[in-house]
């Protein structure tokens, strides 16, 4: 999956909802950014095929001429890899707002995930106003929820994506009617980064609860944990807890099945799933 697509299905939904049109879609070539897949599909492919798209990284060279010709009412991002400059930022009638899968000032950055591989036992999602620095701008609208006991990555995915809906829906209303927002706390803000390659292995010395929170953050819109057993590095697609009859140290394979193993965790025996 891009990691565009699923935001810009929300802005999308949103603009037939309430009877709008996307008269511009700004995209950077495939790539020419650090902040999500390099060797994703490029997002034009996927997207409707009546749309109009501009691919281009210069965005005040050439997006901005290009966006004051239309006279938007709003600038939306939803993933959106690059900062936005202010030769942008200031055409809208209504301002420039973007989608942010976190609670913020907490989360901020390119993976908001982070925060429940971490340890946080809510999600949260937030449409604020966009100023040149990320994730910074004034919060318009915001919701946080618990996280369910059988979480697993499209679960995180698709609270993420109820709970980015309402804030826009919410968020933009108020936006329109002029409402400036409330601003970040910036005592709160934390940053979100990649995770690193040694973070995407799973740990067996820790209790399946929490090998299961950071398989689920691992895998929101693919699947990028992995295991070391049996000599070779398998990627995880799922795991959860067994019933215990008996216990052995932690990373003893107790099954071999056709799809993974059962092997003991920290706390208990641990199901993992690798098809």
Known sequence: MHAYMPGYRLVADWVERHGHEIVLVVTPPTGANERYDKKATPFVVDLPRGANVLVTGQLRSIAAPVIESLLPDLVISAAFPRLIPSEILGIPKYGALNLHPSPLPTGRGPNPGRLVYEGATTAGATLHRTE?????????????????????????????NEMLAECLEEG????????????????????????????????????????RRRVAALNVTSPKARIRLDGAEETVHRVYGVPADRRASPGTVLERHADGWTVQAGDQPLRILTA
């Open 132 to 160: 040149q620095d990320f994730d910074t701008g004034a919060i318009l609208s915001q919701r946080e929820r618990p996280l369910p006991d059988d979480l697993d990555g499209p679960t995180l995915f698709a609270m993420w």
């Open 172 to 211: 933009a209303a108020r936006a329109v009617a002029g409402e400036p927002g409330t601003p970040q706390d910036p005592a709160r803000a934390s940053e979100a980064p990649f995770y690193t390659d040694a973070e995407c292995l799973i740990d067996l010395t820790e209790p399946v609860v929490t090998i």
